[in-house]
Protein backbone atom coordinates (compact mmCIF):
# COMPACT_ATOMS: atom_id res chain seq x y z
CA UNK A 1 0.00 0.00 0.00
CA UNK A 2 2.85 2.09 1.11
CA UNK A 3 4.23 1.86 -2.58
CA UNK A 4 1.07 2.80 -4.17
CA UNK A 5 0.67 5.75 -2.23
CA UNK A 6 4.08 7.05 -2.75
CA UNK A 7 3.32 6.89 -6.84
CA UNK A 8 0.44 9.08 -6.05
CA UNK A 9 2.80 11.45 -4.33
CA UNK A 10 5.05 11.45 -6.97
CA UNK A 11 2.19 11.41 -9.66
CA UNK A 12 0.76 14.69 -8.10
CA UNK A 13 4.29 16.59 -7.80
CA UNK A 14 4.58 16.03 -11.43
CA UNK A 15 1.53 17.24 -12.77
CA UNK A 16 2.22 20.43 -10.26
CA UNK A 17 5.45 20.53 -12.24
CA UNK A 18 3.32 20.37 -15.70
CA UNK A 19 1.33 23.07 -15.08
CA UNK A 20 4.01 25.15 -14.35
CA UNK A 21 5.59 24.35 -17.59
CA UNK A 22 2.12 24.84 -19.61
CA UNK A 23 1.79 28.04 -17.64
CA UNK A 24 5.25 29.18 -18.57
CA UNK A 25 5.01 28.11 -22.38
CA UNK A 26 1.61 29.85 -22.12
CA UNK A 27 2.72 33.67 -21.10
CA UNK A 28 5.68 33.19 -23.32
CA UNK A 29 8.62 32.43 -21.24
CA UNK A 30 10.04 29.42 -23.34
CA UNK A 31 11.18 26.63 -22.15
CA UNK A 32 14.64 27.64 -21.15
CA UNK A 33 13.99 27.38 -17.64
CA UNK A 34 14.46 24.70 -15.03
CA UNK A 35 12.17 24.16 -11.79
CA UNK A 36 14.74 23.40 -9.00
CA UNK A 37 13.82 23.02 -5.08
CA UNK A 38 15.41 25.18 -2.03
CA UNK A 39 16.85 23.72 0.53
CA UNK A 40 13.70 23.50 2.50
CA UNK A 41 11.73 22.41 -0.70
CA UNK A 42 10.00 25.38 -1.95
CA UNK A 43 9.90 25.23 -5.66
CA UNK A 44 11.67 28.20 -8.15
CA UNK A 45 12.42 28.82 -11.53
CA UNK A 46 15.91 28.71 -12.96
CA UNK A 47 16.03 31.34 -16.49
CA UNK A 48 13.46 33.78 -15.52
CA UNK A 49 13.15 37.01 -13.32
CA UNK A 50 10.25 38.23 -11.97
CA UNK A 51 7.91 35.09 -12.06
CA UNK A 52 6.87 33.08 -8.91
CA UNK A 53 5.09 30.21 -8.10
CA UNK A 54 3.79 27.70 -5.77
CA UNK A 55 2.24 24.20 -5.55
CA UNK A 56 -0.17 21.86 -3.38
CA UNK A 57 -2.09 19.18 -3.79
CA UNK A 58 -5.10 17.63 -1.83
CA UNK A 59 -7.44 14.65 -3.03
CA UNK A 60 -7.44 15.12 -6.30
CA UNK A 61 -6.74 18.31 -7.30
CA UNK A 62 -3.42 19.92 -7.65
CA UNK A 63 -3.54 23.69 -7.86
CA UNK A 64 -0.62 25.57 -8.57
CA UNK A 65 -0.76 30.05 -8.03
CA UNK A 66 1.86 32.57 -10.03
CA UNK A 67 2.75 35.67 -8.76
CA UNK A 68 5.10 38.85 -9.67
CA UNK A 69 6.07 38.33 -6.07
CA UNK A 70 7.12 35.54 -3.65
CA UNK A 71 3.87 33.21 -3.23
CA UNK A 72 2.47 30.42 -0.73
CA UNK A 73 -0.63 28.24 -1.46
CA UNK A 74 -2.31 25.04 0.22
CA UNK A 75 -5.37 23.35 -0.92
CA UNK A 76 -6.88 20.63 1.60
CA UNK A 77 -9.80 18.59 1.66
CA UNK A 78 -12.61 18.97 4.01
CA UNK A 79 -12.60 16.67 6.83
CA UNK A 80 -13.57 16.55 10.41
CA UNK A 81 -11.95 19.27 12.88
CA UNK A 82 -9.14 17.62 14.62
CA UNK A 83 -9.11 19.11 18.45
CA UNK A 84 -6.02 16.93 18.97
CA UNK A 85 -3.98 18.63 16.39
CA UNK A 86 -5.01 21.93 16.90
CA UNK A 87 -4.39 21.68 20.67
CA UNK A 88 -0.95 20.82 20.01
CA UNK A 89 0.33 22.54 17.13
CA UNK A 90 -2.17 25.43 16.73
CA UNK A 91 -1.71 29.47 18.51
CA UNK A 92 -3.56 29.07 21.91
CA UNK A 93 -6.32 31.84 20.30
CA UNK A 94 -6.62 29.62 17.17
CA UNK A 95 -7.55 26.76 19.45
CA UNK A 96 -10.17 29.10 21.59
CA UNK A 97 -11.85 29.40 18.69
CA UNK A 98 -12.20 26.38 17.38
CA UNK A 99 -13.48 25.32 20.86
CA UNK A 100 -16.35 28.20 20.89
CA UNK A 101 -17.23 27.03 17.54
CA UNK A 102 -20.09 24.59 16.55
CA UNK A 103 -19.24 20.92 15.83
CA UNK A 104 -19.34 22.01 11.77
CA UNK A 105 -18.53 25.17 11.98
CA UNK A 106 -15.42 23.61 13.87
CA UNK A 107 -14.62 21.39 11.02
CA UNK A 108 -14.30 24.13 8.38
CA UNK A 109 -12.39 26.26 10.16
CA UNK A 110 -10.01 23.68 11.60
CA UNK A 111 -9.22 23.12 7.48
CA UNK A 112 -9.05 26.58 6.71
CA UNK A 113 -6.29 27.49 9.50
CA UNK A 114 -4.30 24.45 8.47
CA UNK A 115 -4.27 25.36 4.76
CA UNK A 116 -3.85 29.30 5.33
CA UNK A 117 -0.76 28.57 8.12
CA UNK A 118 0.82 26.09 5.33
CA UNK A 119 0.86 28.62 2.78
CA UNK A 120 2.03 31.36 5.00
CA UNK A 121 4.86 28.28 5.63
CA UNK A 122 5.24 27.70 1.59
CA UNK A 123 5.56 31.70 0.90
CA UNK A 124 8.18 31.35 3.41
CA UNK A 125 10.00 28.57 2.14
CA UNK A 126 10.15 27.48 5.51
CA UNK A 127 7.70 24.71 5.69
CA UNK A 128 6.54 22.78 8.93
CA UNK A 129 9.79 23.34 10.06
CA UNK A 130 8.64 26.44 11.91
CA UNK A 131 6.27 25.74 14.31
CA UNK A 132 2.37 26.56 13.83
CA UNK A 133 1.80 27.91 17.13
CA UNK A 134 4.73 30.43 16.41
CA UNK A 135 2.07 32.76 14.39
CA UNK A 136 -1.81 33.26 14.41
CA UNK A 137 -4.63 33.26 12.01
CA UNK A 138 -7.14 36.09 12.20
CA UNK A 139 -10.43 35.83 10.24
CA UNK A 140 -12.72 38.59 10.51
CA UNK A 141 -14.07 41.56 9.06
CA UNK A 142 -10.99 42.78 7.20
CA UNK A 143 -10.41 39.75 5.87
CA UNK A 144 -7.32 37.23 7.05
CA UNK A 145 -4.45 38.15 8.85
CA UNK A 146 -1.50 36.68 10.68
CA UNK A 147 -0.07 37.74 13.39
CA UNK A 148 3.37 37.47 15.41
CA UNK A 149 2.76 38.36 18.67
CA UNK A 150 0.54 41.69 18.55
CA UNK A 151 2.10 42.66 15.14
CA UNK A 152 0.14 41.83 12.17
CA UNK A 153 2.44 40.83 9.19
CA UNK A 154 2.24 42.79 5.67
CA UNK A 155 0.66 39.90 4.04
CA UNK A 156 -2.26 39.25 2.22
CA UNK A 157 -3.83 36.05 2.32
CA UNK A 158 -6.38 35.51 -0.11
CA UNK A 159 -9.00 32.47 -0.71
CA UNK A 160 -9.11 30.60 -3.66
CA UNK A 161 -12.65 29.06 -4.68
CA UNK A 162 -11.26 26.19 -6.44
CA UNK A 163 -14.10 23.50 -5.22
CA UNK A 164 -16.32 23.46 -2.61
CA UNK A 165 -14.91 20.34 -1.48
CA UNK A 166 -11.69 21.67 -0.03
CA UNK A 167 -10.56 24.63 1.34
CA UNK A 168 -7.84 26.67 -0.81
CA UNK A 169 -6.11 29.97 0.24
CA UNK A 170 -2.98 31.87 -0.93
CA UNK A 171 -0.45 34.18 0.88
CA UNK A 172 1.98 36.67 -0.32
CA UNK A 173 2.97 40.40 -0.64
CA UNK A 174 0.52 41.49 -3.14
CA UNK A 175 -2.84 42.79 -2.75
CA UNK A 176 -4.28 40.96 -5.91
CA UNK A 177 -5.34 37.08 -5.75
CA UNK A 178 -2.38 35.41 -7.73
CA UNK A 179 -3.11 33.56 -10.64
CA UNK A 180 -4.08 30.33 -10.24
CA UNK A 181 -4.50 27.06 -12.14
CA UNK A 182 -6.23 23.74 -10.85
CA UNK A 183 -6.52 20.31 -12.74
CA UNK A 184 -7.93 17.03 -11.24
CA UNK A 185 -4.52 15.29 -11.08
CA UNK A 186 -5.63 12.59 -13.11
CA UNK A 187 -6.54 14.75 -16.25
CA UNK A 188 -3.30 14.49 -17.60
CA UNK A 189 -4.42 11.09 -19.18
CA UNK A 190 -7.20 12.81 -20.77
CA UNK A 191 -6.44 15.80 -21.60
CA UNK A 192 -8.79 17.37 -19.67
CA UNK A 193 -7.42 20.90 -17.92
CA UNK A 194 -9.72 23.11 -15.90
Do not use: Q
Not at 15 to 40: M, N, S, W
Not at 137 to 152: A, H, Q, W
Not at 180 to 185: G, L, R, Y
Amino acid sequence: MTGHRERGVALRHLTGEALVRRFTREEGYGDHHEIRRAEKGKPYLTGIEGLYFNISHSGDLVVAAFSEREVGIDIERHGRGRMEIASRFFHAGEVATLLAASEEERARLFIDYWAIKESFLKYLGTGLTRPLSAFRVEKGGRGISLYEGDTRLPLHVHPCRVDAAYSCFTCGETGSLPLITAVEWGALYTNEWS
